[in-house]
Each structure stands twice: as structure tokens, then as C-alpha cells.
């Protein structure tokens, strides 16, 4: 199988996305200066302790306050592998406390962050743990003697009261390589220490590494991938990272021209958008329809297209199958987590019911974040669920409707000016000197204000000159560009010079 990985990094926003023969299976998008917020560690204040709950909340200079609770002051010692914990009954917390804290959970909705004082560190080996006397191998590594093993290596490299985790990585490193990794973060622990005595409430202590760090540092890398890049800054710091990232193994490394939007040319922009709909078509004819909800997100499961050569009850457990199959893609790739429930199609056949629990169980076995299946009940419905891992992506490319009063969603606003961009460097480099773009007015608004988006293209097109038409009537995923090559061209009334 075939696997492409891509990276860009335009106008402060760095993306990342994989697919497996064309087809897009994760991909991810964040600022560039502040990258993701888990992880990050802060300096807090304790602005208010909800006895009855045993929580409390945090300022972290976030938008809204963050949220601890009694059982993230302490390790837990039913995890411990060596003797136990005590577990404080009650908050030991009063306001105006100032306590350092790390996000495990990003805000969502009308909540806040949930952090924790139980600090860590990932890396590409290990997740080091300062406060915690814990040794752990990844379930991934199923091999009990090389657990063991593992443990036991591990051990002899910590000081008392620290702890470990050890990574999938792992078996592939070398000793040395393990201990350089837990000194390093020994000194960013004792950098964090030192800073937090100086720091302001709400502060920024520790940031994790940017987007394609990350990525590559959880990625096995073998001499079949591809790795696209869209930026020359970019290119030049994962040149240097796959030689210590892939294991010696020939990763392909393309740097794409920078003249037109990458994504848009190798047509993952129109996977990223279909990746937003509520319905999925399945490869049979039949589809699923998922709907997220406050509480859970809702998948059904319908036969669509699909009849089938032979009886009933075949057609709809091949149907079911192939659903369990995309399912699993599509909460990665969507980055969703909590609470799901499947409707699955009805079947009569009790090894049926059974063997659909098993193979859902078995295609999320494959997503690094923790999922969790019951059997299928009686009625046909399959409970799983995801560990949150950052902001789904229907957080960030979507936003609520001003037209239905918030009934609906419709695409964000840096989600159409990076398509706008895109399109744009499309008709530039085509050659066209002048270009009219027909927008919708608040997108307009939008651009004409967007600095570092106007630099961008300036940068790559300098000698072009675009204008913008300011239309009411348009909606906003509406973009028409007219390349301008008639000397005798008339600009129309109140076109706006982009650069």
C-alpha cells in the first residue's frame, strides 16, 4: 500500500495530512505560533472550588477557565504497577492558589479546558513522567517477554519518583538513544520548575513541538512513503528530521512547486471539504449518515444502492462490514472523540451481530487514540468510544449558520480564504498578469484585512495584480476568477486593488 504524507505551512496556518493509495485517511490543521493546546503547561490561578463536585476551576488566561478535578492532583495508584497511592477524598485547593497545570482535554463548546497537575512529556521513545513512579508499555507492543524487557531497561534509567511510558518506538531504539531522551526532558522539567517561581498567572510555560515534529515522531516511517512538502522552510527542517525519524529507511522526499497550493493541485482540497458532509457513500452503493450531537455523535447505516446477489441476510451483513470499515476512518480523519453510537442494519443471525462487534473492534485497533467497543445490543446498536485528541476538525472548517438561526453549519472563514488562495494561484499560474475574483462581500472583507495571506501571494506572484469584487447578493463559498488578457479590459465599478 502505497502512503503519501503531506506538509505546508502558508499564511501562519501549518496542515498535515496522509493518505493510503489517493485516498485521505487523517489530516490536520493549526496555527503555526501557538500549535496545538494539549499538552501545553501554564501557570494557574484558582478562581473557583466546587466542593459538592471535588473540582475546581483554573485561570489559565485561555478564553474560558479551565477545569481540574480531585482525581487529576494525583497519580492514581490502581495504575501503579508497585504498591498504591493515597487518593485525596477532598480538593485540597482554595482560590487564589496559583498551581502549575497541563492541558489534557481541548475546550469544546461552551466548556472550558480540562487540565491536570500530573505532568508528562511525549516523545518518540518514551512518555516521561516527573511526579509519577509508574512503568507502562503501549498495548501495541503485544509480546510479553519484550514487555518485560522493556520495563526492566526502563526502570534502570529513572531516578525515585519518576516514571515512564514506553512508546511503540521503543524496541527500535537504542539505550543511549532511550536516555538521552528522558535527560532531555529532565532539563525542560527543571527549566519549567525555575520559570513558574517567575511567571505571571496564565502564563505559557511549555509548548509541545510543531505540527510535522509531532507527526513525524509518531509515524514509522519505511522506504515505501512519500513525503510531500509545500514550503521550503519546511523541507529544509524535515530533511534533517527523516534521517533520524525513519530507521535508515529511503523515505522519498518531494518538495512541491510553491506556486500553487499543494493540497488544491493533488486534489486533497475537495477530500478535505467532502470530509465535512454528514453523509458518506460506501464503496457498495450503500452509505452512513454520522450526526454529532452535545451529548454523542449518531452513525446509521443504510443498504443505499447496494441489493446484493444473494439473500438478505448476506447483503446486510456484507453491508455492515464494509460500514465498521469506514467508520474507523472516518473518526480519524474527522479527529472525533466521546461517546458514539452505530446503528447497524438489522440482523437475524446471532454470529452475525457478534462477528460485526468484532470486526469494528478491529479497525479501530488501529487508531493510536484509545477506543473502547460493547457488543452489539439487541436492537442493533454497537456503544464505542474515542479519547479526544486535540479539536475536531468540523471545530475548526465549520461555523454556525447566521442565516438559520445556528440550526446548521456552514465552512469557516479561513477555511474559504485558504481555498480562495489556492484557486487564485491556480489562475496565476496559468499565466494570467490580471486577475477579477467575484466574491462574497463578508469574505471580501475578510481578505482585504488578511495581511499575511495578501504577503503570501505578493511574495509568489509579485508582478500580477488581482481585484476584488465586492458582491452582496453571492454566498459565501462563491468565487468566480477572470483572467484579464484584452488590453481594452474595463474593470467593473468598485473592483478593490488586492496587491
Known sequence: MRRSIYFDSQYGIETYAMCENGRLIDYRSEPAATGAVIGNIYKGRVVNVLNGMQAAFVDCGLDKHCYVSVADLTADGNKLENGETDIPKTLDLHEGDEIMVQITKAAQGKKGAKVTTNLS???????????????????????????????????????????????????????????????YFRNVYKDILARFKEAQVGELLYSDSPLHIRVLRDLMLNGGDEIHVGNSALYDSIQKLTVNYSHSAQVKLIKHDGHTDMFYSEGLFAQFVSSLQPKVELANGAYIVIDRTEALTVIDVNTGKFTGDDSLEHTVYCTNVLATQEIARQVKLRNMGGLFVVDFIDMTEEKHRKAISEELEKALRADKSKCKVLPMSKFGLI??????????????????????????????????????????????YDGAAIVCADINYELADKLMSHTALKKNIAELYPHARVYIVFHRTYRENCMYFRKVDSPSFVLPEGAVLLY
Open 121 to 183: 512529556f511525549v516523545g518518540k521513545y518514551l512518555v516521561y513522567l516527573p511526579d509519577t513512579p509508574f512503568v507502562g508499555v503501549s498495548a501495541k507492543i503485544a509480546d510479553n517477554e519484550l514487555r518485560k524487557n522493556l520495563i526492566f531497561s526502563a526502570k534502570k534509567q529513572l531516578a525515585e519518583g519518576e516514571g515512564v511510558i514506553v512508546r511503540t518506538a521503543a524496541p527500535y531504539a537504542t539505550i543511549s538513544e532511550k536516555r538521552s531522551e528522558i535527560d
Open 383 to 428: 456503544e464505542f468510544t474515542r479519547k479526544r485528541t486535540g479539536v475536531a476538525a468540523s471545530d475548526i472548517m465549520l461555523k454556525t449558520c447566521a442565516c438559520c438561526g445556528g440550526a446548521g453549519v456552514t465552512r469557516s472563514y479561513d477555511n474559504l480564504l485558504a481555498e480562495f488562495r489556492a484557486r487564485l494561484l491556480e489562475t496565476l
